[in-house]
């Protein structure tokens, strides 16, 4: 039977002499719900695992810091999350399942890299930054570059994610993340898509009972008179690539000009052409394409919907 010892540093410092202790030949392990199934398929074979779950400073989480040890669970039951980092918050919902959840963290799904990763997106939208601390000390790595490829980040030499920031949004900000599954709740994404919108008001918002009870879809009509512009906006895209991107080229169409069903249908055209998804088990490339359109339309209107309507009623996963 494979063998391995096991260890529970207090602090990062611990942690990094352990690694090197190991010469690199130990890997560290947070929830372990990506680690132990590698582990079991002798994917992994190291001397030792080093356990991040007593590391106090992994567990930091104020509003725009996330330590890397947060489990999703924390996230999904954080109100504030919710309300200002909803595209993160919708990501963990969809994550796994409840028991997942209570285990998983945050940092072992971005450290993971799989291009399926669903907090990926929403980390990206939100402009997240990764803080790292290694032997030669602390880097930050904005987070559209810490994925290399799948499975490979820029983490190196036994560097520990040590959480992630996130800069403040605006009221006048929205942001949403769909997972698009065969299953409601335990499936991989066949594609994830999260936007984040900011629009040119501040003091736009659904008055009336019509804009509580109708479609997002709709929204715009209410306001087309409004010269509602889209000021910046962030689009990412799981499963469409290698690792999780950024649709930059689309992101450049959107900003500045009117919200429209025109100016966001061409927006999505544009993602498209910036994905390049392959065929798999969950799902073929020209569908993953056909999606993409779709979702990256849902996603920006579901972002702007809670700019427009930041009434919580007014969510009902229906809508989606
Ligand atoms: C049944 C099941 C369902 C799942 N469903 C989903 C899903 O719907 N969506 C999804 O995205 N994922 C899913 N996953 C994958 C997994 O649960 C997530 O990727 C999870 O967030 C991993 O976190 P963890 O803490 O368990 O990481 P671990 O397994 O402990 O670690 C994962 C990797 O990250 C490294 N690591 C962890 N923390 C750090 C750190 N702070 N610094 C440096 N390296 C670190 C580890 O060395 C390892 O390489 C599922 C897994 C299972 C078993």
Known sequence: MFRYEYYRPATIQEALGLMERFNGDAVYIAGGTDVMVLLRQKKLTPKALISLRNIKEL??????IIGAGVTHREIQQD???RKRFSALHDAVCRLGST????VATVGGN??????SADTACPLLVLDAEAVVVGAGGIRRIPLDDFFVAPGKTLLQGGEILKEFTIPGLTANTGSAYIKHTRRAAMDLPIIGIAARVTVNKNDLRCKDTICATSRSSELLTYFADEDLRCEDIRIAMGVVAPRPIRAKAAEAALRGQLISEETVARAAEIAVSESSPRDSVRGEAWYR????KVLV????MKALDRVLRPDEMVYPDRLW
Request: proline fraction near 4%.
């Open 110 to 115: 971005i450290c993971n890299a799989a291009p």
């Open 289 to 292: 394409k056909e999606m993409v």
């Open 297 to 300: 339309q849902r996603a920006i």
């Open 59 to 64: 567990s930091r989480k104020e509003e725009l």
């Open 79 to 81: 109100d504030a999350i």
């Open 99 to 102: 028991q997942i959840r209570n």
